[in-house]
């Protein structure tokens, strides 16, 4: 039996460090986490319910009821759901417990890819190998913004240039876990990159890993 392989991988807001995980995890029949959805799932049941989201007490509950089987990924996709999820993940009581559900998905006997704010920091400290994927705030903006249209949408590139800035602010500076690399994290700059040029990027990091793991 192989042992575990374990992907941690972190960046801010439209940095493609999801595009980049589903790859990965795809490419290495890994399960893969979005852990980004477990916070707007505690978010969505607040804003359905019409709680403000700053109610402790209700956001603990919501987080204790998600349920990593039943993230409903389309539903909690929503532009709104994301700035949402990033108030309530300032609560800490709240990423206690998302933290735990996660770790439990990490235990699996294959492995698995896990993408986020604070996998190689707080969620996998010994994760086998640790991606921190960034790209200037426009490049992000921009890849949003072609996102939307792709998909029949439209938005205006300077809201969502502020609202990835704001976003980018509030998961930097929160006290509990903010959003920074790991000592031991691969630095990707994906401004200048394609998302194949990135994926390759990564595949050489986690090879080398393996590698070395192999003893060659
Ligand atoms: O990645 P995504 O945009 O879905 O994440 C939504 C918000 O959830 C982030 O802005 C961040 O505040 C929070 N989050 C977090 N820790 C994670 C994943 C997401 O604090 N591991």
Redesign the pocket.
Known sequence: MTAPLVIAIDGP?ASGK?TLARRLADYYHLPHL????T??AVAHVLIARGWPLDDEAHAVEAARQVDLANLDKHALSAHAV?DA??RV?VISEVRRILVEKQRDFARQAAGAVLD????GTV?CPGADVKLYITASPDVRATRRLRDIEGRGGSADFAEILADIER?DQ??TARSD?PLRPAADAHLLDTSEMSIEAAFRAARAIVDDTLAKRNGA
Request: charged residues 35%.
């Open positions: 807001a999801g979005d852990t980004g959805l916070y707007r994301g999820a990033s993940a986020g704010r604070d996998i969620v976003r509030r998961d876990s």
